[in-house]
C-alpha cells in the first residue's frame, strides 16, 4: 500500500471492513475506512 503521508506500508491487520492496521517501517497506523489516502500497489 502506498499513503499520500507515510509513503510505502504494508497491511499487516484488518479489523471488519472498519480499519486497516498498516506497517510503515517505523511505525504502524491504524487507518480507518473510507481508505481514501491508500493506494493499492
Known amino acids: 500500500m502506498s499513503h499520500d503521508k507515510y509513503g510505502l506500508g504494508r497491511v499487516v491487520g484488518v479489523e471488519d471492513d472498519?480499519?486497516?492496521?498498516?506497517?510503515?517501517?517505523?511505525?504502524?497506523?491504524?487507518?480507518?475506512?473510507?481508505?481514501?489516502?491508500?493506494?493499492?500497489?
Open 18 to 41: 472498519v480499519a486497516v492496521l498498516v506497517d510503515f517501517g517505523a511505525e504502524t497506523y491504524r487507518i480507518a475506512a473510507p481508505y481514501a489516502k491508500l493506494t493499492k500497489l
